[in-house]
């Protein structure tokens, strides 16, 4: 008799409908990881935040074609059939499924325990959607889940830097490329969700795996483009990392460059994607003179990164620690605190090179 391993997406999560949008933007900004205000003063600027921005964002999410909503959960559940489906050819004496843990709106992280407690999982492994680490996705992800699950299971904390996901993100960028005439004087943005400075300064690794993924990009497309790691989606008055995403926008598109931008954090077609890459940051193009801008789709169920989700899976089954990065142990310096994978990186020479 095979194993039942349940494997456990978390991802950020969407509002389904417009009437969803307010409370899904409560939720998020009540979690200790994004607002670190003491708990009084934290809600009342969630309800603030929520009750003031929710219009501006409906309108958003009217753009897209999914119903008033976002597209974020059925992509996920797209990406949780083909990740399923793979990894049940590859361990055929098991029984695997799949299950869904949404930070924000459903199926939160407490209903996804629920489910798999009632099932009887053997093993499990929770895989973030996240593909590099911060205590504001990943990390909170995992804070909520041990609350609602007691039982041991064994996680992967990010891949950034494997082989196989930075070249499923050069065919989708070259795919773009090809599609848009295959331009010269290329400026290929690499944009990212921003974080406050205040959090990486805190230790917090997600700025320097990003950035780092974006060098191993750079290897790997023409060495005639100028690729820059920029950073999106920054709200309130704090001072978030930079360079920010419209703002190279802008200067790039002063130079005549011919755009090509590519959501290196983001694996699913949601709101930041489809929405401010896809028509925020065109207009910004348009205005400022680019010769053309073109946004570069997400990594959705691309094979070479399923296939990888599905290596990292079975690698974690595999091993006797409870967490692993792309690397196996550590994957990030000393002095970034906030890694969530305490055991000691490993010595000068054993350590993954990402720029190989």
């Not at 997406?9 to 607002?35: H, M, Q, T, Y």
């Not at 492994?125 to 504001?136: E, G, H, V």
């Not at 694996?267 to 205005?287: C, F, M, N, P």
Request: hydrophobic share 40%.
């Amino acid at each position: 008799m095979g194993r039942k391993v349940a494997v456990v997406l978390f991802n950020l999560g969407g509002p389904d409908k417009a009437e969803s949008v307010r409370p899904f933007l409560k939720n998020l900004f009540r979690d200790p990881a994004i607002i670190t205000a003491p708990l009084p003063i934290r809600w009342f600027l969630a309800r603030l935040i929520s009750r003031t921005r929710a219009p501006s964002v409906i309108k958003n999410y009217a753009m897209m074609d999914a119903g008033g909503g976002s597209p974020l959960l059925p992509e996920t559940e797209q990406q949780a059939e083909a990740l399923q489906a793979e990894l049940s050819k590859r361990l055929p004496d098991d029984e695997v499924r799949c299950f869904i843990a949404m930070r924000y709106w459903h199926p939160f992280t407490e209903q996804a325990a629920k489910d798999v407690k009632a099932w009887g999982a053997d093993e499990v492994i929770l895989l973030p959607l996240y593909p590099q680490f911060s205590t504001t996705t990943t990390g909170s992800s995992l804070t909520a889940w041990k609350k609602a699950y007691k039982e041991p299971v064994r996680t992967i904390c990010c891949y950034p830097f494997e082989e196989s996901f930075v070249s499923a993100h050069v065919d989708r960028i070259m795919q773009a490329w090809k599609k848009a005439g295959q331009p010269e004087n290329v400026s290929l943005l690499l944009s990212a969700h921003g974080l406050p400075e205040k959090i990486v300064k805190d230790g917090d690794p997600y700025q320097w795996q990003c950035e780092t993924m974006a060098e191993m990009i750079t290897g790997r497309v023409p060495r005639d483009w100028e690729v820059t790691a920029c950073y999106q989606s920054r709200v309130g008055p704090l001072k978030w990392i930079g360079p920010p995403t419209e703002e190279v926008i802008a200067e790039k598109s002063k130079e005549g460059k011919n755009i090509l931008i590519a959501p290196i954090a983001f694996v699913s077609e949601h709101i930041e994607t489809l929405v401010e890459l896809g028509e925020e940051y065109r207009l910004v193009a348009e205005e400022h003179g680019a010769a053309s801008y073109t946004r570069v789709e997400a990594l959705g169920i691309h094979p070479e990164f399923i296939s990888m989700l599905a290596n990292e899976t079975i690698e974690a089954l595999g091993m006797k620690t409870p967490m692993r990065s792309c690397g196996g142990d550590r994957l990030c310096p000393h002095e970034f605190s906030g890694c969530p994978h305490k055991q000691p990186v490993r010595k000068a020479g054993q350590a993954i090179n990402p720029q190989s």
